[in-house]
């Protein structure tokens, strides 16, 4: 299959290392504003962030991509034409960082057994070739790293260790300890307790009030732990009931109004709902039928 004019197609290679100069575009790239990537689902299934061929090209002969890579730190590779661009979008492919991706149509997700299309997520489906066009959708394969994760790990084998040399910590750390523990299952005893007595409160209000008491009404509402606590108490309020006058007051239509619309019906709905419209003298009338339902 030859490539449109102006385009090309490169073969996808996989295994071998990563090179450091890809990684240092990747890392630049990624998130990148002017590359504007968006969120999507590739497969149907995993999330994959994605971007078109024109807004690589254009993160890379972009002035901000120029002078980043004046500074040596930063590793980023010199890049002059859209020729040296397609060079580097296919360092990028062979190296696995990014992944060719044909984006599919509402109908077309649809007509895939297993498959719902979601309106806020466009899917996408893996691509055999990369083909250079402005218009052609990528995915990434790569992630920025944490760049705390040494801290982390740190912290946590540092956790681990302590927590092993627990006998050979000193009196007064374990005595402390053991203060602590038992302070925070009294807390939670305490919470137990409370919220058993304020059911039992609940109960007898029930009975005794006109209105349900409760204590400490917010105990298990979505808020802060100091929120759960106010206010004390408060009596819950009953659920007002619409009466049957009300409903029909609300739904029937107002007589001499102005702006009424009426619904216009076909001649199989006319059948249906028994409706008729006749004309007379320059005038005209509704003459509707109401059908009843007779139980047999």
Same mark, same amino acid.
């Given at each position: 299959?030859?490539?449109?004019?102006?385009?090309?197609?490169?073969?996808?290679?996989?295994?071998?290392?990563?090179?450091?100069?890809?990684?240092?575009?990747?890392?630049?790239?990624?998130?990148?504003?002017?590359?504007?990537?968006?969120?999507?689902?590739?497969?149907?299934?995993?999330?994959?962030?994605?971007?078109?061929?024109?807004?690589?090209?254009?993160?890379?002969?972009?002035?901000?991509?120029?002078?980043?890579?004046?500074?040596?730190?930063?590793?980023?590779?010199?890049?002059?034409?859209?020729?040296?661009?397609?060079?580097?979008?296919?360092?990028?492919?062979?190296?696995?960082?990014?992944?060719?991706?044909?984006?599919?149509?509402?109908?077309?997700?649809?007509?895939?057994?297993?498959?719902?299309?979601?309106?806020?997520?466009?899917?996408?489906?893996?691509?055999?070739?990369?083909?250079?066009?402005?218009?052609?959708?990528?995915?990434?394969?790569?992630?920025?790293?944490?760049?705390? $994760?040494?801290?982390?790990? +740190?912290?946590? @084998?540092?956790?681990?260790?302590?927590?092993?040399? /627990?006998? &050979?910590? %000193? *009196?007064?750390?374990?005595?402390?300890?053991?203060?602590?523990?038992?302070?925070?299952?009294?807390?939670?005893?305490?919470?137990?307790?409370?919220? $058993?007595?304020?059911?039992? +409160?609940?109960? @007898?209000?029930?009975?005794?009030?006109?209105?349900? /008491?409760? &204590?400490? %009404? *917010?105990?298990?509402?979505?808020?802060?732990?100091?929120?759960?606590?106010?206010?004390?108490?408060?009596?819950?309020?009953?659920?007002?009931?619409?009466?049957?006058?009300?409903?029909?007051?609300?739904?029937?239509?107002?007589?001499?109004?102005?702006?009424?619309?009426?619904?216009?019906?076909?001649?199989?709905?006319?059948?249906?709902?028994?409706?008729?419209?006749?004309?007379?003298?320059?005038?005209?009338?509704?003459?509707?039928?109401?059908?009843?339902?007779?139980?047999?």
């Amino acid at each position: 299959m030859s490539a449109p004019p102006g385009q090309g197609q490169v073969q996808i290679q996989t295994g071998g290392q990563r090179s450091p100069a890809a990684l240092n575009i990747a890392n630049y790239l990624f998130q990148n504003s002017i590359l504007k990537q968006r969120s999507g689902l590739l497969d149907n299934k995993t999330d994959i962030e994605f971007f078109k061929y024109k807004r690589f090209e254009r993160a890379l002969l972009s002035d901000d991509y120029r002078s980043k890579q004046q500074n040596p730190k930063n590793g980023l590779i010199p890049i002059a034409n859209a020729q040296e661009v397609q060079k580097i979008f296919v360092l990028l492919i062979q190296n696995q960082l990014i992944l060719p991706i044909n984006k599919l149509h509402y109908s077309e997700v649809k007509a895939i057994k297993g498959w719902k299309p979601i309106r806020d997520k466009p899917t996408f489906k893996r691509a055999d070739k990369a083909v250079i066009d402005p218009k052609s959708y990528f995915g990434w394969l790569y992630t920025k790293p944490n760049p705390y $994760i040494l801290l982390y790990s +740190i912290l946590a @084998i540092a956790g681990i260790f302590t927590v092993i040399l /627990f006998p &050979l910590w %000193p *009196n007064f750390m374990r005595r402390g300890v053991w203060y602590l523990s038992m302070a925070a299952l009294g807390l939670i005893g305490l919470f137990f307790i409370i919220a $058993i007595i304020r059911l039992i +409160i609940y109960i @007898i209000s029930l009975v005794a009030f006109p209105k349900p /008491f409760w &204590l400490f %009404p *917010n105990l298990f509402a979505d808020c802060g732990v100091i929120e759960s606590f106010i206010p004390f108490y408060g009596w819950e309020e009953p659920k007002k009931k619409k009466s049957k006058k009300s409903k029909m007051s609300s739904t029937k239509p107002s007589n001499g109004s102005s702006n009424e619309i009426e619904p216009i019906l076909t001649s199989k709905e006319k059948s249906a709902t028994g409706s008729e419209t006749h004309k007379s003298n320059g005038e005209s009338k509704n003459r509707k039928v109401t059908l009843e339902e007779v139980a047999e």
